[in-house]
């Protein structure tokens, strides 16, 4: 009997109280409550009577009086059309309200296509027109161009490959810029910099000259230290100095060896031969020298030359064209891209639209020296600790900081027009610190440790933010501490079943945080995750009895919207984008702080459905609905919902919210490809140049 299944005990279930008494309460109240006595009046009267309660027997007349009839935001009664009223008072044409939040669609609908076509034109490309938006031009200058995108170095390195280094470029700062013929052949007149080697023959030292060294450093994008490379150019334009100097040096070695051994020779036909002998070592050796510099420095190819294809010819010339494309063709491109990328973050991406903005300006923790000494340090910031410039700004390394100038996580720290650190501006729950508490660069505005960040990084940083920027635009994602557009279609929409709280649009804008008591108008759902689980051991005596509350916030399919945020005399209102803390994080971290952006949102998306809704909710019959809402669409640059063909990006807004099959047959539509597959693969294919 031990071995045998034991029959299960029924458990007594517990009885469930019944919800009817609740939603006979909930339909009492739905009657009665004031703010929807006058909707059941309306409808009543409309039934009997056969008016119309539609704005279209208004149109023709002014905008205000056009939208305050059925888009009143302030309270869901609507007395100002029903008949008792319309016999008391004279119809409220000039509701601001409304006309606030009509204007604010218009605005923010504007909004969403202008940051939609400058994100674009500085990312994507046209397919009709072929055209290409920056970023992707900048990539195609970063892989042409290489290493060289500095000016301030390739401008001084492709010049010494044509007449290697002079006294002056030990002397002169600025950038040489592109010579006349004139100019070329002064300079190849100054006095050139050399090192000199020294050789043993026979016990007699002897010196002869190569080219100096210099030291060239190219910033590498993605790495943290540069690459830092010696050269030693000969300088083509200097072929006939160093064959007169080679030649001289051979000739001394040939004359004291004839000094030294032959003349000591008493046997007179040895002698001759000696003599013959060391002529013959001359002349090949001054004629190879010749020949040598005359092929990899300048190209020529001379007749009968032993070396042949072994030697590239004309290296130093090759190599300063080389370097001369690269990077001072490309800069040009480079630095309108650039101008762009600051353009961008300066204008559209503020500190009036962001929380958290970013000036892309940057700490060189060690500045180098430049031209022939553009490999040397010249200063380095952590000799500063402790310093404070005139203004007052000082300049310290904070304990968690992992070096002077670079944060936690070893990235440069950002600093604005005055060199003040960006980080110190904000505390960590994004409130605004006192200017007293910013750390200031040695030097200010014009420190030498301030640079720019590296422009593809720039331009990909500033990719990202047209993204997130969009997006809370028009659906108000990152604004955590705001109401949504759900929260008005309950409250206008009352369920007496207790699906959701008996609610008007004036109730929302009183809600509390449970926690805080801040008031915030969001909503919180208790969600019970704290039931007792079955042979897991887990108990609520353990853990608590409250339930967890579910703060309800903004998503793409439930966009913000707070009517509580209109301002009476106002066209529009003034948000915010929470941004990122660091300029290098990727858009996720604009979730991870967004809880710091508690103000109220309207996004386009909201003002949108908010409208949709209200007016199939009211008006009656459904072809004037149709008409309505296309009305509206058409005289505010259209109604954002749903999603859009490829063409209307950054364009316009779909204008009839019954346009959606013809969209939707629009967007799948399959594009014709420009060129076939083996024509795509010849367009990519790596050639060698």
Same mark, same amino acid.
């Given at each position: 009997?031990?071995d045998q299944?034991?029959p299960?005990?029924?458990?007594?279930?517990?009885?469930?109280?019944?919800?009817?008494?609740?939603?006979w309460?909930n339909?009492?109240?739905?009657?009665f409550?004031?703010s929807?006595?006058g909707?059941?009046?309306?409808?009543?009267?409309?039934?009997?009577t056969?008016?119309?309660?539609?704005?279209?027997?208004?149109?023709g007349?002014?905008?205000?009086a056009l939208?305050?009839?059925?888009l009143?935001?302030?309270k869901?009664?609507?007395?100002?059309?029903s008949?008792w009223?319309?016999?008391?008072h004279?119809?409220?044409?000039?509701?601001?309200?409304?006309?606030?939040l009509i204007k604010l669609?218009?605005?923010r609908?504007?909004?969403v296509?202008?940051?939609?076509?400058?994100?674009?034109?500085?990312?994507?490309w046209?397919?009709d027109?072929?055209q290409?938006?920056?970023?992707?031009e900048?990539?195609?200058?970063?892989a042409?161009a290489?290493?060289?995108?500095?000016?301030?170095?390739?401008?001084?390195?492709?010049?010494l490959?044509?007449?290697?280094?002079?006294?002056?470029?030990?002397?002169?700062e600025q950038?040489?810029?592109e010579e006349?013929e004139?100019?070329?052949?002064?300079?190849?007149?100054?006095?050139?910099?050399?090192?000199?080697?020294?050789?043993n023959?026979a016990?007699?030292a002897?010196?002869?000259?190569v080219?100096?060294k210099?030291?060239?450093?190219?910033?590498i994008?993605?790495?943290?230290?540069?690459?830092?490379?010696?050269i030693?150019?000969?300088?083509?334009?200097?072929q006939?100095?160093?064959?007169?100097?080679?030649?001289a040096?051979?000739?001394?070695?040939?004359?004291?060896?004839?000094?030294?051994?032959?003349d000591l020779?008493?046997d007179e036909?040895?002698k001759?031969?000696?003599i013959?002998?060391v002529?013959?070592?001359?002349g090949a050796?001054i004629?190879y020298?010749?020949i040598?510099? &005359?092929?990899?420095?300048?190209?020529?190819k001379?007749?009968?030359?032993?070396?042949?294809?072994?030697?590239?010819?004309?290296?130093e010339g090759r190599a300063?064209s080389?370097?001369?494309?690269?990077?001072?063709v490309?800069?040009?491109?480079f630095?309108?891209?650039a101008?762009?990328?600051?353009?961008? &973050?300066?204008?559209?991406?503020s500190?009036?639209?962001?929380v958290?903005?970013?000036?892309?300006?940057?700490?060189?923790p060690?500045?180098?020296?430049?031209?022939?000494?553009?490999?040397?340090?010249?200063?380095?910031?952590?000799?500063y600790?402790?310093?404070?410039?005139?203004g007052?700004?000082?300049w310290?390394?904070?304990p968690?900081?992992?070096?002077h100038?670079?944060?936690?996580?070893?990235?440069?720290?950002?600093?604005?027009?005055?060199?003040y650190?960006?980080?110190?501006?904000?505390?960590?729950k994004g409130?605004?610190t006192?200017?007293?508490?910013?750390?200031?660069?040695?030097?200010?505005?014009e420190?030498?440790?301030k640079?720019?960040?590296?422009?593809?990084?720039?331009?990909?940083?500033i990719?990202?933010?047209?993204?997130t920027?969009?997006?809370d635009?028009?659906?108000?994602?990152?604004?955590?501490g705001?109401s949504?557009?759900m929260?008005?279609?309950?409250?206008?929409?009352?369920?007496?079943?207790?699906?959701?709280?008996?609610?008007?649009?004036?109730?929302?804008?009183?809600?509390?945080?449970?926690?805080?008591?801040?008031v915030?108008?969001?909503?919180y759902?208790?969600?019970?995750?704290?039931?007792?689980?079955?042979?897991?051991g887990?108990?609520?005596?353990d853990i608590?009895t409250?339930?967890?509350l579910?703060?309800?916030?903004p998503?793409?399919?439930?966009p913000?919207?707070?009517l509580?945020w209109?301002?009476?005399?106002?066209t529009?209102?003034?948000?915010k984008?929470?941004?990122?803390?660091?300029?290098?994080e990727?858009?996720?971290?604009?979730?991870?702080?967004?809880?710091?952006n508690?103000?109220?949102?309207?996004?386009?998306r909201?003002?949108s459905?908010?409208?949709?809704?209200?007016?199939?909710?009211?008006?009656?019959?459904?072809?004037?609905?149709?008409?309505?809402?296309?009305?509206?669409?058409?005289e505010?640059?259209g109604?954002?919902y749903?999603?859009r063909?490829w063409?209307?990006?950054?364009?316009?807004?779909?204008?009839?919210?019954?346009q959606?099959?013809?969209?939707?047959t629009?967007?799948?539509?399959i594009i014709?490809?420009?060129?076939?597959?083996q024509?795509?693969?010849?367009?990519?294919?790596?050639?060698?140049h």
């Amino acid at each position: 009997m031990a071995d045998q299944e034991q029959p299960s005990v029924q458990q007594p279930q517990p009885r469930q109280a019944s919800k009817w008494p609740q939603r006979w309460a909930n339909i009492i109240k739905h009657k009665f409550k004031r703010s929807r006595f006058g909707r059941w009046i309306d409808i009543n009267i409309q039934e009997g009577t056969g008016i119309p309660l539609r704005y279209t027997k208004y149109r023709g007349e002014a905008a205000g009086a056009l939208q305050a009839v059925r888009l009143d935001i302030g309270k869901v009664a609507r007395e100002e059309i029903s008949l008792w009223q319309r016999l008391r008072h004279p119809l409220k044409r000039h509701d601001t309200r409304v006309e606030n939040l009509i204007k604010l669609l218009q605005r923010r609908v504007e909004a969403v296509n202008s940051i939609e076509k400058s994100w674009d034109v500085f990312q994507r490309w046209d397919p009709d027109k072929d055209q290409r938006g920056y970023v992707e031009e900048l990539n195609d200058i970063y892989a042409k161009a290489g290493i060289f995108l500095d000016p301030s170095r390739t401008n001084w390195e492709y010049p010494l490959y044509e007449r290697g280094i002079t006294q002056k470029d030990l002397e002169i700062e600025q950038d040489i810029e592109e010579e006349t013929e004139e100019e070329r052949m002064r300079r190849l007149q100054d006095p050139f910099v050399f090192d000199k080697l020294s050789i043993n023959i026979a016990g007699q030292a002897y010196e002869y000259i190569v080219p100096a060294k210099c030291k060239m450093r190219y910033p590498i994008p993605g790495m943290s230290r540069e690459w830092i490379v010696e050269i030693s150019p000969f300088g083509y334009g200097r072929q006939a100095d160093y064959a007169l100097r080679y030649t001289a040096t051979i000739n001394k070695i040939c004359d004291d060896f004839i000094a030294r051994v032959v003349d000591l020779e008493a046997d007179e036909t040895i002698k001759k031969n000696m003599i013959g002998h060391v002529k013959s070592i001359r002349g090949a050796y001054i004629s190879y020298i010749g020949i040598i510099l &005359s092929e990899y420095c300048g190209g020529e190819k001379i007749k009968g030359s032993h070396f042949g294809d072994e030697l590239t010819t004309g290296y130093e010339g090759r190599a300063r064209s080389f370097v001369r494309n690269r990077g001072v063709v490309m800069s040009q491109a480079f630095d309108k891209i650039a101008d762009m990328s600051r353009t961008q &973050s300066q204008e559209v991406f503020s500190p009036e639209k962001m929380v958290y903005y970013h000036s892309y300006k940057i700490i060189q923790p060690i500045v180098y020296g430049k031209r022939y000494f553009n490999a040397e340090i010249k200063d380095e910031l952590r000799k500063y600790d402790g310093y404070t410039n005139p203004g007052g700004g000082k300049w310290y390394k904070k304990p968690d900081e992992l070096d002077h100038g670079l944060d936690k996580y070893g990235y440069p720290l950002e600093v604005d027009e005055d060199g003040y650190v960006m980080m110190d501006k904000w505390d960590e729950k994004g409130n605004p610190t006192k200017s007293s508490t910013w750390r200031q660069l040695p030097g200010g505005a014009e420190s030498q440790f301030k640079v720019w960040v590296d422009t593809l990084e720039m331009a990909n940083y500033i990719t990202n933010m047209h993204d997130t920027y969009r997006d809370d635009l028009r659906d108000g994602r990152f604004h955590t501490g705001t109401s949504t557009i759900m929260d008005y279609v309950e409250a206008n929409n009352a369920s007496i079943w207790n699906l959701w709280h008996m609610e008007n649009e004036n109730d929302i804008a009183y809600r509390k945080d449970p926690v805080t008591g801040r008031v915030t108008g969001q909503k919180y759902v208790p969600v019970d995750l704290l039931r007792e689980i079955p042979g897991a051991g887990l108990k609520k005596s353990d853990i608590g009895t409250y339930p967890y509350l579910y703060k309800v916030g903004p998503t793409d399919k439930n966009p913000a919207f707070d009517l509580g945020w209109v301002k009476r005399k106002e066209t529009s209102v003034d948000w915010k984008h929470v941004g990122r803390r660091y300029y290098y994080e990727v858009p996720d971290h604009s979730f991870a702080i967004s809880g710091q952006n508690q103000e109220p949102h309207i996004s386009s998306r909201g003002i949108s459905m908010y409208i949709i809704e209200k007016l199939m909710r009211e008006i009656r019959p459904w072809n004037e609905v149709m008409e309505e809402l296309d009305t509206i669409g058409a005289e505010q640059g259209g109604l954002d919902y749903g999603v859009r063909p490829w063409d209307m990006w950054g364009k316009k807004m779909p204008e009839s919210v019954f346009q959606w099959q013809s969209m939707l047959t629009q967007i799948n539509e399959i594009i014709k490809p420009k060129k076939t597959a083996q024509g795509y693969a010849q367009l990519f294919a790596i050639r060698e140049h």
